[in-house]
């Protein structure tokens, strides 16, 4: 038996780059995917097929997780779809990056309410559904620069940050229902944005990396799988760094 068979998952900011690679790596072992993003373009719709190519039910939404309101509405839509919600992985997040005393407000604003307002919008809209299920598995997507700070970021670090005690919290809060709440704290992986990095940039982050390399999507997949598995029954309330070593 799979891993995940029965489970549904809902991943947000799905349709590429991590969530991407947790949706696929949670379809491979059984869950059927609901994933969430601005808009279901071709890229997205891509993604639903790549997904439902593994045997499992998938479907892609259009939604604003930054809005309170929309998110109540798509999360009502997917359980009215799939019949349950078993994990919620808060994936959705941009940056806006510029020194502290450079960073205007709107910038520091957009980061906290699309990277940490979304997370609350979700837990909030999930949490019935799971408490009603006396079971659940939530799953936020921090960064280590969220435990360590990043000049630079002080808004993107600042939202991480804030995954990180959300996550804690709600382990607190919902234990006794049955829920666990996690977060992961991606260290430097190579994405189409990282990608982008010159070579000399990309080799000076793996010197400082024990591993000597940039973590991919797949090895933040992994870690997601396992969370959400029953093989993490007994797993709530912590933050899993998984940067190669960078930061022990």
């Given at each position: 038996?799979?891993?995940?068979?029965?489970?549904?998952?809902?991943?947000?900011?799905?349709?590429?780059?991590?969530?991407?690679?947790?949706?696929?790596?949670?379809?491979?072992?059984?869950a059927d995917i609901a994933f969430t993003d601005l808009a279901i373009d071709e890229n997205a719709q891509r993604t639903e097929q790549?997904?439902?190519?593994?045997?499992?039910?998938?479907?892609?939404?259009?939604?604003?997780?930054?809005?309170?309101?929309?998110?109540?509405?798509?999360?009502?839509?997917?359980?009215?779809?799939?019949?349950?919600?078993?994990?919620?992985?808060?994936?959705?997040?941009?940056?806006?990056?510029?020194?502290?005393?450079?960073?205007?407000?709107?910038?520091?604003?957009?980061?906290?309410?699309?990277?940490?307002?979304?997370?609350?919008?979700?837990?909030?809209?999930?949490?019935?559904?799971?408490?009603?299920?006396?079971?659940?598995?939530?799953?936020?997507?921090?960064?280590?620069?969220?435990?360590?700070?990043?000049?630079?970021?002080?808004?993107?670090?600042?939202?991480?940050?804030?995954?990180?005690?959300?996550?804690?919290?709600?382990?607190?809060?919902?234990?006794?229902?049955?829920?666990?709440?996690?977060?992961?704290?991606?260290?430097?992986?190579?994405?189409?944005?990282?990608?982008?990095?010159?070579?000399?940039?990309?080799?000076?982050?793996?010197?400082?990396?024990?591993?000597?390399?940039?973590?991919?999507?797949?090895?933040?997949?992994?870690?997601?799988?396992?969370?959400?598995?029953?093989?993490?029954?007994?797993?709530?309330?912590?933050?899993?760094?998984?940067d190669g070593g960078m930061n022990c």
């Amino acid at each position: 038996m799979k891993l995940l068979e029965g489970k549904v998952a809902l991943i947000t900011g799905a349709a590429r780059g991590i969530g991407k690679a947790i949706a696929l790596k949670m379809a491979s072992e059984g869950a059927d995917i609901a994933f969430t993003d601005l808009a279901i373009d071709e890229n997205a719709q891509r993604t639903e097929q790549e997904i439902a190519a593994l045997g499992v039910k998938a479907k892609g939404y259009a939604s604003n997780a930054a809005s309170f309101d929309e998110t109540h509405a798509v999360v009502a839509e997917i359980v009215k779809e799939f019949g349950r919600i078993d994990i919620l992985v808060n994936n959705a997040g941009i940056t806006k990056d510029g020194l502290m005393m450079r960073m205007n407000e709107a910038q520091w604003d957009a980061v906290l309410t699309v990277n940490l307002k979304s997370a609350f919008n979700f837990i909030h809209a999930c949490t019935p559904v799971m408490m009603r299920q006396k079971s659940g598995s939530i799953i936020n997507m921090s960064s280590v620069v969220g435990v360590h700070g990043n000049a630079g970021q002080a808004n993107y670090s600042a939202s991480k940050a804030g995954m990180i005690g959300l996550a804690k919290s709600i382990a607190q809060e919902l234990g006794s229902r049955g829920i666990r709440a996690n977060a992961i704290a991606p260290g430097f992986i190579i994405t189409d944005m990282t990608a982008k990095l010159s070579d000399e940039v990309k080799d000076e982050w793996c010197k400082k990396i024990p591993l000597r390399r940039g973590g991919t999507p797949e090895d933040i997949a992994d870690v997601a799988t396992f969370l959400a598995s029953d093989m993490a029954s007994y797993v709530t309330g912590q933050v899993i760094q998984v940067d190669g070593g960078m930061n022990c």
